[in-house]
């Protein structure tokens, strides 16, 4: 029986090639999209599943109120980790990370023998961490890695261009960047081969190496200093909601009464480490995070196109039944019953699915590179190893081959034999309502995916013309990796200045744009600790306003010799209730025991400005003066000339003039700031991409539709000829109906779309304004898709012989 359904399905299949291309091709299409994201978000979900106890390792979290203000960090004070595994027994062991990165070393220059270049992805780690975190070791072992100071354990990348084909065990390296100098042996090599980690690290140092391991360990401050990372492994059966319930007494036992005089409400939490990829919302995370909303617009994105393209199938497969009636008629006259044709029915669409995963494959193939430039990620062939992979394409084919012939096989089993058998192909469920009723739902997917087209679009292009309050154009940036980089920036921020086309340069611990670790609790005058503003800063020297653009709306400039002076934003003023007059020599005091407590005075108010991405508020901001070389570690050079193929060059001269051993590279800051809103940029360009493709699915769908119309429909278009209807009105009759279901379509899709964008934009602080023409522009081009794929049938129609239409009449 199966064998004789098989044949039934491939001799219907080759005999209507045209209907069986347009199922194939969309299932297909619509299988590569699906699969390609599902394939995206189970390796965004698999982060840290590697490890062998990854169920009971946990991050230590902690979460502050300082004077109104929260702050959620990803990062602990550094005696906390050793205090848990000190105090609570079922606590197996810790570590504790520190990334490079948070201390201003962003880059180090590597030597070995001749090779040298510049690395990113520096982390100072306990001796403990690979018993905690599974690495799968190409050189060396994990016990005891990095129990020796100036020890170091390689990512394989790195090893390899450090040192080729050889071996690299044992050998020694020179690393330096704003804090160290000095070598270090490789005592590892590691692949992420077991899988990847939200830290993405290419080199692991021993937390006892020099200056920042002994910081480190003499560092007891419990309320502040949050930026060491830190991880505990519970033994097994260690219930982790229990002790999260022991640490705020824990906490008080420590800092109670620190937190207190300094109106510090602090919180500590424990966070799963197989979660940590997915979980947004904590400041100064080791690598950048998924967003768990962006990974369900991406699953639904992927359920749309795939329903779409099972829509087709369900609309092409009910419009030709009448090509199948009379086969339903005598398989049930020689014994079939209803459960054995729709049996025969899914069979068919399962296959047709199965045909479509496997076109689907090759394709995934030969776009995947396209598919991860979009996505910015490393989805590799090699995951078809994985057996999750072929559970995911079993369950598309599974679902597909459900979904899209659940409804043709249930409507073509109810046929009744007598009738058919006479010619009779009318059927006790309503075909045509139920095929409208598809198409509409259809083209809601495609109007909801238009119009998260429109509004981001519309939310990046308000973020470009946004004024961020400081200009952001004409501006390069250069980073400054090593100490004798950064002994040579007053020389060279000297000699720029003598070129036509720079107008400022202004040397800093950090640059507009970038995420900034230094923050101060500060009160005025007569105040305390308890309520204190912490305000967010950046170091720098008397030309970063000139360099930036930055306006002044009181008081002065910094300048020169300007040791304690301070300039504020409004925000920062308003926190402290002074006007932009009074702040002008107000003194700002800050403590923190045991240190003694220090002040800082006003020069001057600048106008509030987004120095941080437009998802958050303007937050209380101060730039503070400094001239030591060591503290600075960006430059921004503001330029003015047209021609920068002639500036860059004589800038090049002048960087190589001072800076003979170091590569010339550079950014533009407007770039820069652009960064923040990869996640957005992504999402906007993966939208483009597969609502494309949804789009070509459903026009597809509407040109066999359009193709069966115009079909049943030949006679009556011969008659209405011979009686004098012109092209177009043939063209508008059937065209017409379309247009309805669009019409539709459009008023159940645009109160979906704008609950759903406006949901979307509350992740800005500074979003667009949802307006109706953006929706109306989504259903404009959705009719515009319409009737431009039904015009071609419509037109072939129009444009018969009446004769050979009527012939057979």
């Known amino acids: 029986m199966l064998k004789s359904y098989f044949k039934t399905a491939l001799r219907f299949l080759l005999k209507n090639k045209t209907f069986s291309f347009i199922n194939i ?150 690393i330096n960047d704003q804090w160290v100098k000095h070598d270090f042996k ?7 081969s ?68 300094l109106g510090i409400q602090k919180v500590m939490n424990l966070e799963p480490v197989t979660t940590i990829h997915t979980t947004s919302g904590y ?62 029915f899914l069979g068919e669409s399962f296959l047709l699915a199965f045909i479509g995963v496997i076109i689907a494959l090759p394709l995934l193939w030969a776009v995947l590179p396209y598919l991860n430039s979009i996505t910015h990620t490393d989805i590799r062939l090699t995951f078809f190893s994985d057996y999750r992979l ?34 009779n192909f009318s059927s006790k469920i309503s075909a045509a309502g139920i095929r409208r009723s598809l198409v509409v739902f259809q083209f809601v997917l495609s109007i909801v995916l238009i119009s998260g087209i429109v509004i981001i679009y519309s939310q990046l292009n308000y973020i470009k013309a946004k004024d961020l309050g400081f200009d952001q154009s ?31 340069v202004s040397s800093a611990d950090n640059y507009l744009s970038q995420f900034i670790m230094h923050d101060h609790g500060v009160y005025p005058e007569g105040g305390n600790m308890e309520t204190a503003i912490d305000a967010q800063n950046i170091t720098c020297d008397q030309y970063f306003v000139k360099a930036n653009g930055i306006k002044l709306l009181s008081g002065r400039d910094l300048m020169q010799g300007d040791s304690g002076k301070v300039l504020i934003n409004q925000t920062l003023a ?69 021609n920068y193929k002639a500036l860059l060059s004589q800038i090049s001269a002048v960087w190589h003039k001072n800076l003979p051993l170091v590569p010339f590279e550079y950014s533009f800051l407007d770039s820069e700031v652009q960064k923040q809103y990869e996640t957005e940029i992504v999402l906007s360009q993966i939208i483009n991409s597969f609502t494309l493709i949804a789009i070509l699915i459903s026009c597809l769908g509407l040109f066999g539709l359009a193709a069966f119309s115009a079909e049943q429909r030949r006679k009556e278009i011969g008659v209405r000829k011979v009686l004098g209807s012109s092209v177009s009105g043939i063209v508008k009759l059937l065209s017409v109906d379309f247009v309805k279901l669009v019409v539709i379509s459009f008023i159940i899709a645009t109160p979906i779309a704008w609950y759903g964008m ?39 129609a129009a444009l018969l012989n009446p004769v050979k239409s009527l012939r057979s009449e």
């Open 194 to 261: 077991l899988g990847k980690s939200h830290i993405e690290g290419n080199m692991f140092i021993s937390m006892k190496s020099g200056e920042t391991g002994t910081s480190l360990a003499n560092d007891g401050e419990w309320a502040g200093n949050n930026y060491t990372y830190s991880y505990i492994e519970l033994k097994p059966g260690a219930d982790a909601k229990a002790l999260e319930k022991k640490l705020p007494a824990f906490l008080n036992k420590y800092a109670g009464q620190k937190l207190k005089n």
């Open 25 to 174: 091709f969309g299932l297909a299409v619509g299988t590569l999209c699906c699969l390609y994201i599902l394939l995206y978000v189970q390796q965004q979900y698999s982060y840290d599943k590697q490890h062998t106890n990854a169920k009971n390792i946990y991050r230590i979290t902690a979460s502050m109120v300082l004077t109104g203000d929260k702050h959620s960090f990803a990062s602990v004070s550094p005696p906390v980790a050793a205090a848990l595994k000190s105090d609570f027994p079922e606590v197996k062991s810790y570590t504790r990370v520190l990334k490079t990165d948070n201390l201003g070393a962003k880059e180090h220059l590597l030597r070995y023998q001749e090779q040298s270049f510049y690395e990113k992805g520096a982390f100072y780690v306990d001796s403990t961490f690979f018993d905690l975190f599974s690495y799968h070791f190409v050189e060396g072992k994990a016990p005891h890695a990095l129990d020796e100071p100036y020890s170091i354990v390689l990512l394989k990348p790195i090893a390899d261009k450090l040192f080729g084909h050889e071996s690299a065990l044992g050998k020694v390296i020179n």
């Open 186 to 192: 490789v005592t590892g090599v590691v692949d992420e």
């Open 758 to 796: 406006n949901k979307w934009l509350q992740a800005f602080a500074y979003r667009v304004t949802l307006s109706w023409w953006m929706f109306a522009l989504a259903g404009m081009m959705a009719l515009f898709i319409a009737l431009f794929t039904v015009s071609f049938q419509a037109i072939k």
């Open 474 to 504: 004409q501006k390069l940036v250069f980073n400054f990796y090593t100490s004798d980089a950064q002994n040579r920036m007053a020389a060279l921020a000297s000699d720029l200045r003598q070129l036509s086309g720079v107008k400022a």
């Open 574 to 642: 308003k926190r402290l209730n002074l006007t932009e007059q009074t702040a002008i020599g107000a003194r700002l005091y800050s403590h923190y025991a045991p240190n003694p407590a220090w002040y800082v005075t006003v020069a001057g108010v600048m106008k509030d400005f987004n120095y941080n991405s437009l998802h958050n508020d303007v937050r209380p901001f101060m730039l503070i003066y400094d001239t030591h070389a060591w503290s600075f570690n960006s430059m921004v050079v503001a330029t003015n000339s047209k």
């Open 390 to 423: 072929w559970l995911m394409l079993a369950s598309l084919v599974i679902v597909t081959g459900f979904v899209a012939g659940s409804y043709p096989a249930f409507y073509l089993s109810a046929f009744e034999a007598v009738k058919v058998i006479k010619g």
């Open 283 to 344: 400041d100064a995370e080791p690598s950048k995070t998924a967003d768990p909303s962006f990974l369900l617009i991406l699953v639904l994105i992927a359920v749309m196109i795939q329903v779409i393209a099972c829509i087709n199938f369900m609309n092409l497969s009910t419009a030709r039944a009448s090509k199948r009636a009379k086969e339903v008629g005598v398989r049930k006259v020689i014994g079939a019953g209803k459960f054995d044709l729709i049996q025969q």
